[in-house]
């Protein structure tokens, strides 16, 4: 009997901790407009903008969402953004570098005509792929 209560002792942290812990469906959800957008500002704005978007693509606060989610790629025979399936959204590859892989052309993204390289930070892509894995929401 003591036994058990030191193993219910021990396991009670744990357990507690494991209960603690939300499943990934029920962490806080990536926001758009405050965790994606902030990002492209960054890195895709100067291009990707209003006045003459790059690509046919605009990344502009209010128009990224209906300018990339369902919407085909102009280069390859994807939607930009895929809800819930990064591996089908074609701006994730153009992220990686992975868009010839898919049927795709150009360079990869951001483009920098120096380094012909990506400068997205691999979390900052996660974030965006967090994004699209919970369906792309517009929020
Ligand atoms: C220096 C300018 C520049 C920057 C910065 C830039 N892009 Fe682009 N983008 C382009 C050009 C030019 C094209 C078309 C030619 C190509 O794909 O190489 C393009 C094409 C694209 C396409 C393909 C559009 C389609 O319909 O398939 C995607 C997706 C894209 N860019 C996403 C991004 C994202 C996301 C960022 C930021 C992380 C970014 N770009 C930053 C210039 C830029």
């Known amino acids: 009997m003591s036994g058990n209560a030191t193993v219910r002792r021990r396991l009670g942290p744990a357990l507690a901790l494991a209960l603690c812990m939300p499943p990934a469906s029920a962490q806080a959800p990536v926001s758009l407009s405050r965790d994606v957008q ?6 895709c704005v100067a291009c990707h903008l209003y006045e003459s978007p790059q690509g046919g693509l605009l990344l502009e606060a209010g128009d990224t969402h209906v300018a990339t989610v369902d919407v085909p790629s102009t280069q390859a025979p994807l939607p930009r953004v895929a809800p819930g399936d990064p591996e089908r959204s074609y ?12 049927g795709g052309s150009g360079a990869p993204m951001p483009f920098n005509a120096d380094t012909g390289t990506s400068g997205l930070a691999t979390d900052e892509r996660r974030l965006i792929e967090a994004w699209i894995r919970a369906g792309a929401p517009d929020n």
Do not use: A, E, N
């Open 91 to 102: 701006l994730v590859h153009k992220l990686r570098g992975t868009q010839l892989q898919v």
């Open 38 to 43: 902030p990002i492209l500002d960054r890195y």
